[in-house]
């Protein structure tokens, strides 16, 4: 069975870091295209970051370029969101998201096939 359970999510004062881990199982993930999202209360689905499995190319929104920084483990079959300098407005429940081959820049979360639980991240003032 196909699964992505993400952790490493808790409570952290503004300026702060966390790391979030994503453990992907049940099916080979080297042509996929690994993401993160994040949602808040009220709000929609709101794309984070991405990363091509197979090359590492990543792929990051302005909101969060040079703060935040994805990557992969192939040996743990783990992809990582390093959270740096966290704001009270990244306070979301973050999900791991898996997808087919494709361009790293899709930020809709419907192209994606495979979704974790969420972890969820609180940032306080």
């Known amino acids: 069975q196909v699964q992505l359970v993400e952790s490493g999510g808790g409570l952290v004062q503004a300026g702060g870091s966390l790391r979030l881990s994503c453990v992907a199982s049940g099916r080979t993930f080297s042509g996929y295209i690994m993401g993160w999202f994040r949602q808040a209360p009220g709000k929609e689905r709101e794309f984070v970051s991405s990363?091509?499995?197979?090359?590492?190319?990543?792929y990051h929104p302005d909101s969060v370029k040079g703060r935040f920084t994805i990557s992969r483990d192939n040996a743990a079959n783990t992809v990582y969101l390093q959270m740096n300098s966290l704001k009270p407005e990244d306070t979301a429940a973050y999900y791991c998201?898996?997808?087919?081959?494709?361009?790293?820049?899709?930020?809709?979360?419907?192209?994606?096939?495979?979704w974790g639980q969420g972890t969820q991240v609180t940032v306080s003032s």
């Open positions: 990363i091509r499995w197979s090359s590492g190319s990543t």
């Open positions: 998201a898996a997808k087919s081959d494709g361009s790293i820049a899709n930020r809709n979360p419907r192209v994606y096939d495979y």
